[in-house]
């Protein structure tokens, strides 16, 4: 059986706008041989299915299924492909059609009984999901001879375990997917060690063993031909390259760039490592715990062998055999290994697809023998359930019900959750949620939001959505398809549009916040992320953070009183690039992207924003003129006088002219008068070259018809142009380049009264031609004459392939890094880096879901300590695990107790100030000294007199709106305030956040 898919072009080009957020992790080499690739896994049930919707999606050449084995109710509790229709029928069969709308260009085969040996000789890897020890050693003979990848991986409860063996010749080409490391050189040694020193003592992040190559060396010039040498690292801003005594003396410049060699590893069979195993350890606190779990997985194969079937869950008499096996094998404590969940299946699931990938590609370290992954402390506290609460009723969650009971599937039933986000990870999420059966029960519900609309991109890693979904609601279509697989989420969904912020909280107001269990981020930007931090601080409700980074994943819990919040720490912020090295001195290729992201906003948007506000905005001139600083009144009232009438385009052939014109001014004037005013052999005041590393002279480029990354920048520009009025443009690249070549260029001439910034707190400007605002003002043209004209601002979309906005960037950073001497960037590198465009694949996200539902057991028990939950980070290209238990809160006294943020004072009635007062005077002998409503100064020590007088006798409703001339929202029950105290000893006192209700 084959499902009908499409296929790759012709020439084997692999879709961008499909693939383009994977293919900035795992390259387009990587891409190619994955769709060279033909893939076979065995056993369909839900780690057979996440393994398999990984991998399709991903897009290797082929999937084939095996699985004939009939569906069972019990199947839907994991299986998400699956529906009760499907119950009877082979599961392989039922899943390829589901898995089949996944990916248009990857078949999904159906191979309807055992594979035969000969069968697996077409694949690059085989994968066996819950398969009988015996067959794992039977087919792992056979590909181990053959060459080809194989995998075994199962689950059992809360246990899993992933085995690898990639033959005894495997090469990685790319063992950790990080770009590579490149600096600049200060010095170079010769000497036998050849020392090479970083400038200006950056750390050069490179290891031992590494291999570096060099480039833009003087003096010792057969460096930039060099074969990649090893390094040892010396220290932070050194390392040795070896003997350098035959290359001259090093006289100044040059890049170093870190070199990926391929490396080969050696894998055991299965049989092999049975007896001598190595484990990848997920989590250093159960050190122990790898070898216990391998010597139990062997004794479940054992049991299963002698007795036909898996242990029965709190089964004494069977629990009692498996004991009996492991100590006959070695010592063990036994297991709770029953179940099917589909958490633990969505971690497995996604690690295993990420080890397919690596076999089929060479990127990225395999799993050299085994892993074994656990959560038992996921179970709920003091947990002893009878063995009549852990039989099968015949519904969909029997797996889950065999691990934790009847009666805690009622509590994840009636879980009340808040979904922020339904985009890669909501997806995963609400496709756990479902097979879990969160929220089906009679008081269950999840409210989903999201505002966002599906674009083709996602579908790569955004399961849920379909092509046919492309232009449709994410958050709607999430909860249909989720429904879709459990029907028990009929009714139970509630479905948003809305961006959770200020402006929202007439919607998730007091009432609903108050009503939840507890709210998951699926967000992917830090400002959301706080906001939801602190509504959840506020109505003290437990929040569950992650997100990903290609390759990289991290998850984090937050529960009330217990953890510290989310925006209680904070990762350092990003690394801005200084001003001058971005308006005059790049040495990198991020450097001349940015400049060229900054243009098309100066050039092709904000004049068109400010044309159009002074059409219409009463007053505007004023308020630019009051309001911002006179360089920016200049550019502004400028820009409005050339878009309205000493540049505006008749026609198109004047949007290439006036493009042409540009080209002049930033590749050729400006570069000459950068060179006017620090001329190649200028000396800095202690004597050493201005234009000296980081520095990159440069060379001013004159615009030549035949060379084709001009014509692309005039092409892109002058479309712009033309966009910006609203005429015609062309993407003949011969019409623009004859109507470009008639241009007359207007001459250079260079201006002393120019002054350029060498450092960000220089000044810059050019005295010689400033203009004073009033003048500006009088020149603007009267808005009456514009009555009905508009222009349309270039709003920035980097996945509109039609829109030039990404070509005009491309075009104007590559002419600028040539002009630097910079090695320029592709399209799809430009794209990336303009677009802040987060790299991601559908394995890590699995992963991440997989864990945060590991930790929503937790919080649904309610019972557990600090210690019991666990933050994550992993890097699935290494691969690695790392958990830690998360940070308590600071705490800090306050009236005689230790407090933290989750603390605060409620006044259940509209309190007014006076009795505020009196309040901190009456309980903490505390005098307060300042009461503030977010930006909003209610009192202080230093009003008058009369005014404080009058405050005091003012309620907390009454006294906001008068002071900041807003009412208060009709949905707002508490309103928070921050107020300030001082002690006897006039110390001032940290007073936790007061919440006075003022419906009360």
């Excluded at 004939?68 to 059609?97: C, E, M, N």
């Excluded at 181990?144 to 899993?160: D, M, P, R, V």
């Excluded at 590893?265 to 250093?284: H, Q, R, Y």
């Excluded at 459990?486 to 609903?512: C, H, M, T, W």
Aim: with cysteine; proline share 5%.
């Amino acid at each position: 059986m084959q499902i009908e898919s499409h296929t790759q072009d012709n020439q084997g080009e692999i879709d961008e706008s499909l693939y383009s957020r994977q293919l900035y992790v795992l390259g387009v080499e990587a891409m190619k041989k994955m769709s060279a690739s033909n893939v076979l896994i065995v056993g369909l049930k839900g780690l057979g299915a996440e393994i398999a919707k990984n991998v399709t999606l991903a897009g290797v050449k082929s999937v084939t299924l095996c699985d004939p084995s009939p569906v069972q109710i019990r199947d839907l509790g994991t299986q998400f492909f699956l529906t009760k229709d499907d119950i009877g029928k082979p599961r392989a069969q039922a899943t390829a059609v589901k898995l089949s709308e996944l990916n248009p260009y990857v078949p999904i085969d159906v191979m309807n009984s055992e594979p035969l040996p000969e069968d697996l000789l077409k694949f690059k890897v085989v994968v066996f999901t819950e398969t009988d020890i015996n067959k794992q050693l039977y087919y792992n003979e056979i590909t181990h001879k053959a060459g080809i990848c194989f995998i075994s991986t199962e689950t059992h409860g809360l246990f899993s375990s992933v085995f690898n063996d990639f033959t005894e010749e495997f090469i990685v080409d790319d063992p950790t997917g990080e770009t590579p490391i490149s600096g600049m050189i200060a010095s170079i040694e010769s000497s036998p060690e050849g020392i090479v020193t970083c400038l200006d003592e950056t750390r050069h992040g490179l290891e031992d063993d590494d291999y570096v190559t060099f480039s833009e060396i003087k003096g010792m010039d057969a460096l930039n031909e060099c074969e990649p040498r090893k390094i040892r690292v010396l220290g932070p801003y050194t390392f040795s390259i070896g003997d350098t005594t035959g290359l001259g003396q090093y006289i100044v410049g040059g890049t170093f760039t870190q070199v990926k060699m391929p490396l080969q590893l050696k894998f055991k069979s299965l049989n092999d490592a049975m007896k001598d195993p190595e484990f990848l350890f997920t989590d250093f606190s159960k050190i122990e715990r790898p070898a216990q779990v391998h010597l139990a997985f062997r004794a479940l194969h054992q049991f299963q062998n002698e007795l036909g079937r898996l242990p029965a869950p709190q089964n004494k008499a069977d629990a009692s055999r498996i004991i009996e096996i492991c100590k006959s094998i070695n010592q063990s404590e036994g297991n709770k290994a029953t179940g099917e969940l589909s958490p633990i299946m969505a971690v497995v699931g996604g690690f295993v697809a990420q080890e397919v990938l690596k076999a089929c590609t060479g990127k990225f370290t395999p799993l050299n023998n085994y892993m074994y992954f656990d959560s038992l402390e996921s179970l709920p506290v003091d947990f002893s359930p009878s063995e009549d609460d852990v039989k099968p009723i015949g519904s969909r969650y029997d797996g889950q019900i065999a691990v934790f009971g009847r009666k805690f599937q009622e509590r994840i039933a009636n879980c009340r959750q808040f979904l922020v986000g339904s985009g890669a990870i909501g997806c995963e999420m609400l496709k756990n949620w479902a097979m879990m059966g969160l929220a089906t029960g009679e008081k269950g519900v999840i409210h989903v939001t999201d505002m966002d609309s599906i674009e083709k991109s996602n579908l790569n890693r955004q399961f849920l959505f379909r092509s046919y979904d492309v232009g449709k609601l994410k958050s709607e279509v999430a909860a249909t398809s989720a429904v879709a697989m459990n029907p028990d989420l009929k009714d139970k969904i509630v479905v948003y549009q809305d961006r959770v912020g200020s402006e929202s909280e007439a919607i998730f107001n007091d009432e609903f916040f108050g009503s939840l269990d507890c709210v998951t981020n699926a967000l992917d930007n830090m400002e959301a992320r706080m906001y939801m931090d602190r509504r959840c601080v506020m109505f003290r409700k437990p929040l569950l953070e992650s997100g990903t980074l290609g390759s990289k994943g991290n998850t984090q819990v937050i529960v009330p009183f217990l953890t510290e919040s989310y925006s209680a720490s904070r990762d350092p912020p990003e690394k801005s690039i200084p001003m001058c090295t971005l308006h005059n001195f790049p040495n990198a290729i991020e450097h001349t992207i940015q400049w060229a992201r900054d243009k098309f906003e100066g050039i092709f948007a904000q004049p068109a924003l400010n044309v159009n506000a002074y059409l219409t905005q009463e007053g505007y001139v004023d308020s630019v003129t009051n309001h911002q600083v006179e360089a920016v009144q200049r550019e502004t009232f400028s820009s409005i006088t050339h878009s309205l009438v000493a540049k505006k385009p008749k026609n198109f052939d004047d949007c290439v002219v006036w493009a042409r014109h540009l080209f002049d001014e930033l590749f050729d004037h400006t570069i000459q008068q950068l060179l006017f005013n620090f001329p190649r052999d200028s000396l800095t005041s202690s004597g050493q070259l201005f234009w000296s590393p980081p520095k990159r002279a440069p060379s001013h480029i004159a615009f030549h018809p035949d060379d084709p990354r001009q014509v692309d920048f005039i092409l892109a520009a002058s479309n712009l142009r033309a966009a910006n009025y609203g005429i015609l443009g062309t993407n003949d690249p011969d019409y623009i380049r004859n109507v470009a070549s008639s241009v007359e260029p207007v001459p250079f001439v260079p201006k002393s009264g120019v002054v350029i910034k060498v450092n960000d707190n220089d000044p810059e400007g050019d005295s010689s031609t400033s203009i004073d605002v009033s003048s500006l003002i009088s020149s603007l043209p009267n808005p009456a004459e514009f009555k009905d004209f508009r222009m349309t601002p270039a709003e920035f979309e980097k996945d509109d392939d039609s829109n030039y906005h990404i070509d005009f960037i491309t075009a104007a950073s590559n002419l600028r890094a040539a002009v630097y001497g910079i090695s320029p960037a592709d399209r799809f590198h430009t794209k990336q880096i303009a677009g802040k465009i987060i790299p991601a694949i559908a394995t890590t996200t699995s992963v991440v879901s997989g864990l945060v539902c590991l930790e929503l057991y937790k919080i649904l028990d309610g019972n557990h300590k600090v210690e019991d939950y666990k933050n994550g980070f992993i890097n699935l290209a290494l691969p690695f695990f790392a958990f830690s238990e998360p940070i308590a809160p600071e705490m800090r006294d306050f009236g005689g107790k230790k407090v933290s943020d989750w603390d605060a004072i409620f006044i259940e009635h509209d309190a007014t100030f006076s009795e505020i007062i009196d309040y901190f005077e009456k309980n903490y002998s505390l005098e307060v000294s300042m009461v503030t409503s977010g930006t909003t100064l209610l009192f202080s020590s230093f009003l008058s007199k009369k005014k404080a007088t009058e405050r005091k006798a003012m309620k907390v409703s009454e006294l906001i709106p008068s002071v900041s001339n807003k009412e208060i929202p009709s949905h707002v029950k508490y309103v928070v305030l921050v107020v300030l105290c001082s002690d006897e000893d006039d110390e001032d006192v940290d007073v936790p956040e007061v919440r006075v209700n003022i419906r009360g």
